[in-house]
């Protein structure tokens, strides 16, 4: 991991941990990196929090100083800038977001021009710019760029996602959570053209109130309308609208796991699952594993970050993957993590089979877990310490298979992570708290 780049790009408090004039070198150097033989083209999106119109004009200035062109898509989501970086042959993207962080955070995320994160070697490059290691020119006159609308952008986007289907969705009745985010741009609008009929919440972005109560990680209001019984499917997305959590018609979350079991299975079903293989992470819930072993379909595990995921799914050429928190790549489409095409994807699982998402359920049984966030000093010292590392190798002899206990450092913030996977959740509460108090007291 970078100086600065984490798993998910550069992330922090805005204009505290990340400032505008952080966002201003990145573009500097993007600008410049991509212009050194002919004008670059960069296109850049943004989502709805406070501070992203900020960080959007500061990453234009930077890259337009440098001698690029830079293409504005406005409010969008992640996954449109992949798409579009890719379909335009631009010569990178960047999204404004910090994905389903509070408002006060914000983050820069940069694809390649195959819609893909970009390269850790271009990263170093660019940190290597900002700890003023190396120097690059400004430039003048005509060499200037400009920064150009792109409205249109969005439309390319949603008329492909639409091209990828051949149904239509009048016999849906959808409970949408907007998130107050980026989905508002793009997700009752593709669903109603296709003919679902949608009750919206969450959708009336104001800056501040994007992921607050509502969304993929707080989905509560979502499952109380779902409990109505008038619909057929809830969606919740997340803030730049990558992820997606389904809700059932009882209210029950359909998470990630969730997800690559039902369109796993279909997949298989139909002969086009690639290597007959699902990719996920090393937190997919342990219900998960054993569910595929029973339908005979291998899993790979990575570790956490889309990224990974991704990396892992091109390597082997398998199909599908993703994480528990909703991040889902259907690789035959998609470079990224994409809320709307999944939720599409399994609208689509529901109209072919001709079952209800409660039947397509049915066969994961989901352990009781509890996942506890460690705020520390140093992630690394706190995951050597050998008291923790016997600990957990403890725990694991103890749970016997029948559970599992996973500490790991988180990507973006300051925290190790202690989850638990166990048949109860009181046993879950034991297990976590036994590392948890050990962590606490380490002083770490």
């Not at 919740?236 to 059932?248: H, K, S, Y």
Request: charged letters at 25%; proline letters at 3%.
């Amino acid at each position: 991991m970078g100086r600065y780049f984490g798993t998910d790009g550069i992330r922090g408090k805005a204009n505290e941990t990340l400032d505008v004039q952080r966002a201003f070198q990145v573009g500097r150097y993007l600008g410049y990196y991509f212009s050194r033989q002919g004008k670059g083209r960069i296109l850049v999106g943004k989502d709805t929090r406070l501070s992203s119109g900020m960080f959007e004009n500061a990453i234009a200035a930077g890259a337009s100083a440098s001698g690029a062109d830079v293409y504005l898509l406005g409010y969008c989501p992640t996954p449109s800038v992949a798409y579009l970086v890719k379909r335009e042959q631009f010569s990178c993207g960047v999204m404004i977001s910090a994905s389903h962080n509070p408002y006060y955070d914000n983050g820069i995320k940069v694809f390649s021009q195959a819609g893909i994160k970009l390269s850790a070697e271009i990263e170093a490059l660019v940190e290597d710019y900002i700890d003023g290691l190396t120097e690059i020119p400004l430039v003048s006159g005509e060499k200037i760029g400009q920064v150009i609308r792109y409205d249109e952008g969005l439309e390319h986007y949603l008329d492909w996602l639409e091209s990828l289907f051949d149904f239509r969705l009048e016999q849906f009745h959808l409970a949408l959570d907007l998130a107050n985010g980026s989905a508002t741009t793009t997700a009752e609008k593709l669903l109603r053209r296709m003919g679902a009929h949608c009750t919206v919440i969450h959708s009336e972005p104001n800056g501040v109130n994007i992921n607050t109560k509502c969304g993929s990680t707080h989905p509560e209001s979502l499952q109380e309308l779902m409990k109505s019984g008038i619909f057929d499917l809830g969606l919740a997305f997340d803030g730049d609208a990558d992820r997606l959590i389904a809700v059932d018609p009882q209210g029950n979350l359909i998470n990630g796991d969730y997800v690559l079991y039902i369109c796993g299975k279909y997949l298989k079903e139909n002969g086009l699952l690639h290597g007959n293989t699902v990719v996920s992470t090393v937190m997919a819930n342990l219900g998960f594993f054993k569910a595929m072993e029973q339908l005979d379909i291998a899993t790979e595990s990575t570790q956490v970050g889309d990224k990974y995921v991704y990396e892992c799914m091109v390597k082997n050429d398998y199909m599908l993957g993703g994480e528990q928190s909703g991040h889902i790549i259907f690789k035959e489409h998609a470079t990224t993590g994409d809320g709307l095409l999944t939720a599409l994807k399994l609208l689509e699982v529901m109209h072919k089979t001709g079952k209800g998402i409660l039947f397509l359920e049915e066969g994961l049984k989901i352990y009781p877990q509890l996942l506890i966030n460690v705020p520390v000093k140093d992630k690394e010292a706190a995951m050597q310490a050998d008291p923790i590392v016997k600990e957990v190798a403890a725990i694991n002899e103890e749970l016997h298979g029948n559970g599992r206990i996973l500490v790991r450092p988180s990507g973006t913030e300051p925290l190790v992570r202690v989850m638990v996977e166990a048949e109860s959740d009181e046993l879950c509460h034991h297990y976590v708290y036994r590392v948890v108090d050990l962590i606490e007291k380490s002083g770490l």
